[in-house]
């Protein structure tokens, strides 16, 4: 009760510090009567279910991850549009174990709706399941919780076009033939090995028959843990031509360690990236193309279709229909997902005109 009253407090002094013409004190997203209910319900044991609405949690695989934050980015975004609160919140370490934990005591907290990338596909289908079951929506984006344990999934572009284009560019970057390995992110991630499956048949379609994939390696999307698996690639294979790291961790520090190890020319990297960190080994030659969506525009989606599931807008079955605000309209598939669009392919030509 006392934080609801400080909560009163606070938003009718900044009500009257906007009627001043004090506004710049407040953010210029913040709707006023919003914050307040949101501080109020925001307790981190409710004792009493939030009444407020509109208060969503984005759970990313780990913390620190340009392609996460950036999402988080176009999450709030969305939730200044809608006049929703979105908090962003993780473990350190992409781990199934630690997001289970997180997400259990959201659920206790009666949170409105979760926006989660997962860790691992099955091992959180119980606890998605336990979030429906009280009546908190789950949406997954970037990476699924298998169907029994979300109401949907925001896919960031179809699976097997963005396997078929990381085959593609380092087929190219061999020279059509050679050694090629991949740099995955956890043994786990549901999103990176449904890629890796579908590029290991790609690989199979005979114009890639002078392709040879050697070894598939883990960095678990740790920075440290990709570099070291990078260098003991080099080193397992010295005739190894492609490291193809379908995560933005792992093909950053893959890059680092080719330009480090002094093998720019011989061994290129190629995969998934942000164009903010991989331009630098774009104009070095370590990494001369690489593959992306918008991550930022994945995380306004997701806000989007959980809060038209949160307020009932639509029940989340597939042929719902629902609006995105810049992104226009959405309906969701027979396999209840969501299609974001298609992949970007970044290179020298065109990595200065993006800024994420
Ligand atoms: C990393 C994460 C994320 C993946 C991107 C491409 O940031 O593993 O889940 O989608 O790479």
Redesign the pocket.
């Known amino acids: 009760m006392k934080k609801l009253f400080l909560s009163i407090l606070l938003l009718l002094a900044l009500l009257a510090l906007a009627a001043c013409g004090g506004g710049t004190a407040t953010s210029p997203t913040a709707t006023p009567a919003q914050p307040v209910v949101e501080t109020a319900v925001e307790e981190p044991v409710a004792e009493e279910p939030a009444t407020g609405g509109g208060n969503y949690v984005l759970v990313p695989?780990n913390l620190g991850?340009p392609?996460?934050d950036t999402a988080n980015v176009g999450a709030q975004e969305a939730a200044a549009e809608l006049g929703v609160n979105v908090t962003y919140q993780g473990s350190a370490v992409a781990d199934a174990t630690q997001q289970i934990q997180l997400l259990n005591s959201l659920i206790a907290q009666n949170v409105d709706g979760l926006a989660i990338?997962a860790n691992d596909a099955d091992a959180l289908v119980p606890t998605g399941q336990e979030a429906i079951d009280s009546g908190i929506p789950v949406v997954t984006w970037?990476?699924a919780i298998a169907p029994g344990g979300r109401t949907v999934h925001i896919n960031?572009a179809e699976a097997e076009g963005i396997a078929a284009v990381q085959v593609q560019m380092a087929a190219d970057l061999a020279g059509g033939a050679g050694q090629i390995a991949i740099l995955s992110?956890t043994s786990t991630?549901p999103?990176?090995n449904e890629w890796i499956a579908l590029m290991e048949e790609e690989l199979q379609k005979p114009e890639y028959s002078g392709l040879e994939l050697v070894a598939t390696v883990y960095g678990d999307?740790e920075d440290e843990k990709s570099y070291n698996e990078a260098i003991g690639l080099m080193q397992t294979y010295p005739d190894l031509k492609v490291i193809i790291a379908?995560?933005?961790?792992g093909i950053a520090a893959s890059a680092r360690a080719v330009q480090d190890a002094g093998r720019v020319g011989e061994v290129f990297v190629t995969g998934?990236g942000t164009p903010n960190q991989m331009r630098e080994y774009v104009n070095s030659g370590a990494a001369p193309q690489f593959a992306?969506w918008n991550p930022g525009d994945l995380g306004y989606l997701a806000i989007y279709a959980l809060h038209a599931i949160a307020t009932g807008a639509i029940s989340g079955q597939p042929g719902d229909t629902f609006q995105a605000g810049k992104l226009g309209s959405y309906t969701i598939a027979d396999d209840s997902t969501v299609l974001l669009g298609l992949p970007t392919i970044f290179n020298a030509d065109n990595i200065n005109d993006f800024d994420f």
């Not at 379908?246 to 961790?249: A, H, K, N, R």
Request: aromatic share 10%; charged share 15%; hydrophobic share 30%.
């Open positions: 695989k991850n392609y996460f990338s970037d990476s960031q992110a991630a999103n990176q999307d379908p995560t933005t961790v998934l992306l």
